[in-house]
């Protein structure tokens, strides 16, 4: 009894034309993905290059571990250990300022916020992310700045610790949203298995809920301390600049440089060619590597815990230590001996003592409490973490709203600047922002896409698969000021772009292509896997199966990571400053090898180089903030659509 | 040990070894599917039946790490053999999966989108093709009327029946099913039987089920596997009255299981 | 509910590309936006982009501000950067005027040989304190013991009991090397200095802080900060238009104008528009120093 079915369907065949086309598309995405490659190993090769010199004619000593930072003393001194003294101590202190808010607000949020209070601080602080950095430096500039010389009673305000509450604030709203995400994203069952022994809430929290999100608030420590080693603008305005190490090194209120500072500073003004020219180069090298190097440190920490927390792989020493009750004092005593340390170098010992006393006293009394009394008290301690979050959220906005409110005008809008930006308006700086924004995102938004479809949907787990995403983390990395420093040298004066749109262009959307590749791969991967089974059963090929199943659902995903990058992009100064911004302009550019305004440059040079140009100052920060928040505020409104829908990921 | 069972044969593994990574999950497959027939596929969870059934089609080339020897023939040709256009063999061996997963579409669009994707642009043809499959599917009658709205809105026996209305307007000839009721309430579970009841005139089907009650009911043929090996294969009643190994006898008897 | 949402944004996506890209084409109808740049005809018209230092930055300016009122053809891009970004730029030619606040350097020269520098103008570098800073005047070996760290109070050089923060401008600007040069010698700056990338950083750094003490140019001289006199063979000198003029202030120099191989066209004109009598009055106004004159 032979069917009939085998004679009606032959064996299929080779497939010809479709299959060609299949392995263009592939061949494609697999293009984009190189480019991030490309775009690293180009950027790396050239800061190496370009600083060779310095290395070569100083000696890698004392380019390294020179202590002395002074370029056109004679004979002229390179050594770059002060300004990465800087950089260390500002983000460490932006750390220390940071993590402990931003982790007790993450918990108050995920664990103990009322709906309705999580759905309005949520939003709040990530807006507080869209906040462009020069704004930050400004407001630190205007009001830290002023604050801390007056109440420390110092001769100036411009110090490690000016930098570093400006950079803890500018990380909060980073680690908050990360920490968060992995706060809420401990299974239920979790906190009811701890909460049906008879925990209490506050021990579920410190004992299931926070341990489980570790590696997840770890990532975003991480990812905010990245942020600060690589900030600029905001660094730059308010540490003072002065390329000295701080003696004793707790000496919170003494002024320092820090790597991006320099380039920052530097770039501008210094002859090119020169050897201080290549020293820049080593300078923007070190940077990077130190990026580079907390980059993999926590990658290399994040693998331990995960492999710890899912119990494969060897069980981690660090999480052992962590784990351990006696080492989890060690964090606290320490804590309190460093806040004697700068007390001590701030106000002499008097404060140091008490300052150690009271630490001391705290930890005594803490295993004394009862459960409900330490319930309490760390609840206590949240709530007031939260309000300072909020506070200094709140002091910010009202600050550059209040005063730049009188300065919005129909004119100042519409007009051109005059008076180098004293009077007149800021029209050509929007247009600006606009152009190189759209410019930037038409640039990376196919790239950046192509890229993760490549790294999601046609991975194979190979070498240079783990190439191109190290690259795309290595350029996520990559300090913006870097970014700038490399469109400077490469499409500005390399391929004679000038200092123009298309320069800017590049540049901005160099910077943002990890973010869009990044989100773009987290959409695409949040599509169930049984829907490309399902297509793909049917007899669609894969990109019938990418283009038809997979993206449809990761569009509001996509879409958020193109908003975000966006707001990013209309935000950066660094990138800009070299590349594409002219101070002042009357005519709008009219072609891409013009230079434009931005905003963020407009706001950068009136606040630094403008005396007397307050009022439109302000006014410039308030529209650019409103312009950033307009984008945020579209992104966090897609989201919750999609959310409150419980449809597709994003 | 394993039979060829009577009707003519469409697909066919010989020696077929599967790893995952390190692990071996099929060891020394040999299997014949006769054409136009019901055959089922049972064992304790992680005995491989699904890893085989995933072999049919190909499946597997989505699991990482994932190596295949030995031969798997469909029709006779070797779909492992390189240049074979796995495309055109899951058109033709189509696939209901364990758990309903229709695309985010509406019910209309979900079940179009296989001819679509295969070329079909006319309405006229698409409208037919969707009503017929949802016929077959024993769905049409529910969703006659709204046809435009959202499959995620259908509830889980509905949403399989709608995979299967799917997997039918391609024309396949095999369906392979992984557990497709094992999500769904026993009334849902009864439709879908009947359905495979319906189905097997035209198609041969091969279904992968932990629940024996259900093999015994729907299939012609029974294979039995557990770790990995093909323990007995032949007739469902032979197998389940008169099982020849010992393993089987026990696993059919709830001494394991 | 989902496969409406999910089908509407796919088109969306591509909206948002085809958008971005429109806007991209701004570039292209920028001359639609504002009114296209018409001359009177004859009269110089065209795109001319002037760069580099922050010290001949408002001066540029406002020459630039002026230029276009009476030529409406022309379109003048002033943008700042440093004294090496804009002779950098020249060289590369992606600008036509450079401004330089210091001569060419070696390395510069021998890059691009082309270039000329014009000077535009003088100007006098003041020291500036707050404005409630006693202090009657200051000597140049004072300013310099300042500046190396060797005097930290106020009360050392005649003023009240205060501890002295000196800001000065980044060690590549061609105002610091100037300072360097003039007021430093071979004394170098102490490195607790605070560093500002500009002359109007200075300026606004040390309006608030009674402690501070920097140095701008003239230009950025005003009622928020208060100028020292320097004191010269036992006089003091204030600052100002006439005492650089006369050469009796002891810390000037020129600010340049750079071109590569000549200017031509509106950069020749606009050079011209500068040194003619209408632009050196800008030029005072701006609190700078003719060189006409």
């Known amino acids: 009894m032979h069917p009939t079915s085998t004679a009606r369907l032959p064996a299929p065949a080779r497939a010809g034309r479709s299959h060609l086309e299949e392995h263009?598309?592939?061949?494609?995405?697999?293009?984009?993905?190189?480019?991030?490659?490309?775009?690293?190993?180009?950027?790396?090769?050239?800061?190496?290059?370009?600083?060779?010199?310095?290395?070569?004619?100083?000696?890698?000593?004392?380019?390294?571990?020179?202590?002395?930072?002074?370029?056109?003393?004679?004979?002229?001194?390179?050594?770059?250990?002060?300004?990465?003294?800087?950089?260390?101590?500002?983000?460490?202190?932006?750390?220390?300022?940071?993590?402990?808010?931003?982790?007790?607000?993450?918990?108050?949020?995920?664990?103990?916020?009322?709906?309705?209070?999580?759905?309005?601080?949520?939003?709040?602080?990530?807006?507080?992310?869209?906040?462009?950095?020069?704004?930050?430096?400004?407001?630190?500039?205007?009001?830290?700045?002023?604050?801390?010389?007056?109440?420390?009673?110092?001769?100036?305000?411009?110090?490690?610790?000016?930098?570093?509450?400006?950079?803890?604030?500018?990380?909060?709203?980073?680690?908050?949203?990360?920490?968060?995400?992995?706060?809420?994203?401990?299974?239920?069952?979790?906190?009811?298995?701890?909460?049906?022994?008879?925990?209490?809430?506050?021990?579920?929290?410190?004992?299931?809920?926070?341990?489980?999100?570790?590696?997840?608030?770890?990532?975003?420590?991480?990812?905010?301390?990245?942020?600060?080693?690589?900030?600029?603008?905001?660094?730059?305005?308010?540490?003072?600049?002065?390329?000295?190490?701080?003696?004793?090194?707790?000496?919170?209120?003494?002024?320092?440089?820090?790597?991006?500072?320099?380039?920052?500073?530097?770039?501008?003004?210094?002859?090119?060619?020169?050897?201080?020219?290549?020293?820049?180069?080593?300078?923007?090298?070190?940077?990077?590597?130190?990026?580079?190097?907390?980059?993999?440190?926590?990658?290399?920490?994040?693998?331990?815990?995960?492999?710890?927390?899912?119990?494969?792989?060897?069980?981690?020493?660090?999480?052992?230590?962590?784990?351990?009750?006696?080492?989890?004092?060690?964090?606290?005593?320490?804590?309190?001996?460093?806040?004697?340390?700068?007390?001590?170098?701030?106000?002499?010992?008097?404060?140091?003592?008490?300052?150690?006393?009271?630490?001391?006293?705290?930890?005594?009394?803490?295993?004394?409490?009862?459960?409900?009394?330490?319930?309490?008290?760390?609840?206590?301690?949240?709530?007031?973490?939260?309000?300072?979050?909020?506070?200094?959220?709140?002091?910010?906005?009202?600050?550059?709203?209040?005063?730049?409110?009188?300065?919005?005008?129909?004119?100042?809008?519409?007009?051109?600047?005059?008076?180098?930006?004293?009077?007149?308006?800021?029209?050509?700086?929007?247009?600006?922002?606009?152009?190189?924004?759209?410019?930037?995102?038409?640039?990376?938004?196919?790239?950046?896409?192509?890229?993760?479809?490549?790294?999601?949907?046609?991975?194979?787990?190979?070498?240079?698969?783990?190439?191109?995403?190290?690259?795309?983390?290595?350029?996520?990395?990559?300090?913006?000021?870097?970014?700038?420093?490399?469109?400077?040298?490469?499409?500005?004066?390399?391929?004679?772009?000038?200092?123009?749109?298309?320069?800017?262009?590049?540049?901005?959307?160099?910077?943002?292509?990890?973010?869009?590749?990044?989100?773009?791969?987290?959409?695409?991967?949040?599509?169930?896997?049984?829907?490309?089974?399902?297509?793909?059963?049917?007899?669609?090929?894969?990109?019938?199966?990418?283009?038809?199943?997979?993206?449809?659902?990761?569009?509001?995903?996509?879409?958020?990571?193109?908003?975000?990058?966006?707001?990013?992009?209309?935000?950066?100064?660094?990138?800009?400053?070299?590349?594409?911004?002219?101070?002042?302009?009357?005519?709008?550019?009219?072609?891409?090898?013009?230079?434009?305004?931005?905003?963020?440059?407009?706001?950068?040079?009136?606040?630094?180089?403008?005396?007397?140009?307050?009022?439109?100052?302000?006014?410039?920060?308030?529209?650019?903030?409103?312009?950033?928040?307009?984008?945020?505020?579209?992104?966090?409104?897609?989201?919750?659509?999609?959310?409150?829908?419980?449809?597709?990921?994003? | 040990m394993t039979g060829t069972p009577a009707p003519g044969t469409i697909i066919e593994t010989r020696g077929l070894d599967l790893w995952y990574g390190p692990c071996q999950a099929l060891k020394e497959i040999t299997i014949l599917i006769p054409a136009n027939r019901v055959t089922a596929l049972i064992g304790p969870s992680g005995c491989g039946k699904s890893t085989l059934l995933r072999c049919f089609n190909r499946m597997n080339d989505l699991v990482p790490d994932c190596r295949v020897a030995g031969l798997a023939l469909y029709h006779g040709a070797d779909i492992n053999a390189p240049g074979y256009d796995v495309v055109e063999l899951r058109k033709r061996v189509g696939m209901v999966f364990q758990k309903p997963n229709p695309f985010p579409k509406s019910i209309y669009e979900n079940v179009a989108y296989g001819p679509r994707i295969h070329g079909e642009r006319d309405r006229a043809t698409l409208d037919a093709v969707v009503e017929r499959s949802l016929r077959s599917a024993a769905l049409w009658d529910e969703v006659e009327d709204r046809l435009q709205e959202p499959a995620l809105g259908l509830s889980g026996g509905q949403q399989q029946r709608l995979c299967i209305a799917r997997t039918l307007a391609v024309e396949p000839d095999v369906i392979l099913m992984d557990e497709p009721c094992s999500a769904l309430d026993p009334i849902a579970t009864a439709k879908i039987e009947n359905l495979i009841d319906d189905l097997k005139k035209r198609y041969t089907v091969i279904i992968v089920t932990h629940n024996m009650q259900q093999a015994a009911r729907v299939s012609e043929f029974t294979g039995f596997m557990y770790l990995g090996e093909l323990v007995e294969y032949g007739e469902t009643l032979q197998v389940f009255e008169r099982p020849a190994e010992r393993l089987t006898e026990n696993y059919i008897t709830g001494r394991f299981g | 509910m989902q496969s409406h949402r999910s089908t509407l944004f796919l088109p969306g996506l591509a909206a948002v590309v085809i958008g971005a890209l429109l806007v991209a084409g701004c570039t292209g109808t920028g001359e639609t936006a504002t009114p296209a740049p018409t001359g009177p005809p004859g009269g110089p018209a065209g795109r001319l982009s002037v760069t580099g230092s922050t010290t001949v930055l408002p001066v540029a300016q406002a020459l630039a501000e002026r230029y276009m009122d009476l030529n409406s053809g022309a379109d003048i891009q002033v943008s700042g950067g440093g004294s090496s970004v804009g002779i950098a730029a020249v060289g590369e030619k992606t600008a036509e005027i450079g401004m330089a606040s210091r001569g060419l350097k070696d390395a510069e020269t021998a890059k691009y040989a082309a270039l000329e520098p014009v000077a535009i103008a003088r100007d006098g570098i003041a020291v500036i304190v707050h404005p409630s800073n006693a202090v009657a005047h200051l000597t140049l070996d004072q300013v310099r013991e300042i500046y190396a760290g060797n005097v930290t109070n106020w009360k050392d050089v005649g003023g009240q009991d205060r501890q002295i923060v000196a800001i000065g401008r980044d060690s590549a600007s061609g105002t610091r090397e100037f300072f360097t040069e003039k007021v430093m010698g071979t004394t170098s700056t102490t490195a607790t200095m605070l560093e500002k990338n500009s002359n109007g950083a200075i300026q606004s750094s040390v309006a608030p802080n009674p402690g501070a003490i920097g140095y701008v140019g003239l230009g950025y001289l005003d009622a928020t900060v208060r100028a020292v006199p320097l004191q010269v063979d036992g006089t003091a000198v204030e600052p100002s238009i006439e005492t650089v003029a006369d050469g009796r202030y002891p810390v000037a120099r020129e600010l340049y104008f750079v071109t590569s191989g000549g200017a031509t066209g509106l950069a020749q004109e606009f050079i011209a528009f500068a040194l003619s009598g209408e632009g050196q009055q800008i030029v005072e106004k701006e609190g700078f120093i003719p060189v006409a004159a």
């Open chain 1, 24 to 650: 263009a598309i592939r061949a494609l995405w697999l293009a984009c993905a190189l480019v991030a490659v490309l775009a690293v190993g180009f950027i790396l090769a050239f800061l190496v290059v370009y600083g060779l010199p310095a290395f070569a004619e100083i000696g890698v000593l004392e380019v390294l571990l020179g202590d002395s930072w002074s370029p056109t003393a004679t004979p002229p001194a390179f050594g770059i250990l002060p300004l990465a003294v800087g950089t260390l101590l500002v983000t460490l202190g932006a750390m220390l300022f940071a993590v402990p808010l931003s982790v007790a607000t993450a918990i108050y949020l995920g664990e103990l916020a009322p709906p309705r209070v999580r759905n309005l601080v949520r939003p709040a602080i990530e807006l507080l992310a869209g906040i462009p950095s020069v704004v930050f430096g400004f407001f630190g500039l205007i009001v830290l700045v002023e604050w801390l010389r007056v109440s420390f009673a110092v001769p100036s305000g411009e110090s490690v610790l000016a930098g570093s509450l400006l950079l803890g604030v500018m990380t909060l709203p980073t680690i908050i949203s990360v920490s968060e995400d992995a706060i809420s994203s401990v299974p239920r069952e979790f906190r009811e298995g701890s909460l049906a022994l008879g925990a209490t809430r506050w021990q579920t929290i410190r004992r299931v809920v926070v341990p489980s999100a570790l590696p997840g608030v770890t990532a975003a420590i991480i990812l905010g301390m990245g942020r600060a080693i690589g900030e600029t603008m905001a660094v730059m305005m308010v540490t003072g600049n002065a390329a000295v190490i701080p003696s004793p090194i707790t000496d919170v209120l003494s002024p320092v440089r820090t790597l991006t500072g320099t380039l920052g500073i530097e770039m501008g003004e210094v002859a090119i060619g020169s050897l201080h020219y290549h020293a820049l180069f080593a300078v923007a090298t070190v940077l990077l590597v130190i990026t580079l190097a907390v980059n993999l440190g926590a990658s290399a920490i994040l693998r331990r815990l995960n492999a710890s927390a899912t119990g494969r792989g060897s069980p981690s020493r660090l999480a052992a230590v962590l784990g351990r009750p006696r080492a989890g004092m060690a964090v606290p005593v320490l804590a309190a001996v460093l806040a004697a340390a700068v007390a001590h170098s701030v106000g002499g010992l008097l404060p140091a003592l008490a300052v150690f006393a009271a630490g001391l006293l705290l930890l005594a009394a803490v295993p004394r409490l009862s459960r409900n009394q330490a319930e309490k008290a760390a609840f206590l301690l949240l709530y007031l973490a939260v309000a300072a979050v909020v506070a200094i959220l709140a002091i910010i906005l009202l600050d550059i709203v209040s005063k730049g409110l009188p300065a919005l005008s129909w004119e100042f809008l519409t007009g051109s600047p005059r008076d180098l930006g004293r009077a007149g308006g800021i029209f050509p700086a929007i247009v600006g922002t606009l152009c190189l924004v759209a410019g930037a995102i038409a640039l990376a938004l196919p790239l950046g896409v192509g890229a993760a479809i490549h790294l999601a949907e046609y991975r194979r787990e190979n070498r240079l698969t783990r190439l191109i995403r190290s690259g795309v983390d290595l350029l996520n990395g990559t300090p913006s000021i870097v970014f700038g420093l490399f469109g400077f040298t490469f499409f500005v004066l390399y391929l004679e772009f000038g200092v123009s749109m298309l320069a800017g262009q590049v540049t901005l959307g160099l910077m943002v292509l990890p973010t869009i590749i990044r989100t773009t791969e987290e959409a695409l991967r949040q599509v169930p896997q049984g829907l490309r089974e399902g297509s793909l059963a049917l007899g669609a090929t894969q990109w019938q199966t990418v283009r038809r199943v997979v993206l449809p659902p990761a569009a509001p995903g996509i879409l958020t990571g193109t908003i975000l990058s966006v707001g990013r992009a209309a935000g950066e100064t660094a990138p800009i400053l070299f590349t594409a911004a002219v101070f002042s302009q009357r005519h709008l550019p009219s072609s891409l090898l013009d230079p434009v305004m931005a905003l963020p440059y407009h706001l950068f040079v009136l606040a630094t180089n403008v005396p007397g140009a307050q009022q439109n100052t302000y006014g410039t920060a308030l529209v650019l903030i409103l312009l950033v928040g307009a984008v945020y505020a579209v992104t966090i409104a897609v989201r919750a659509r999609y959310r409150a829908a419980g449809g597709a990921p994003g």
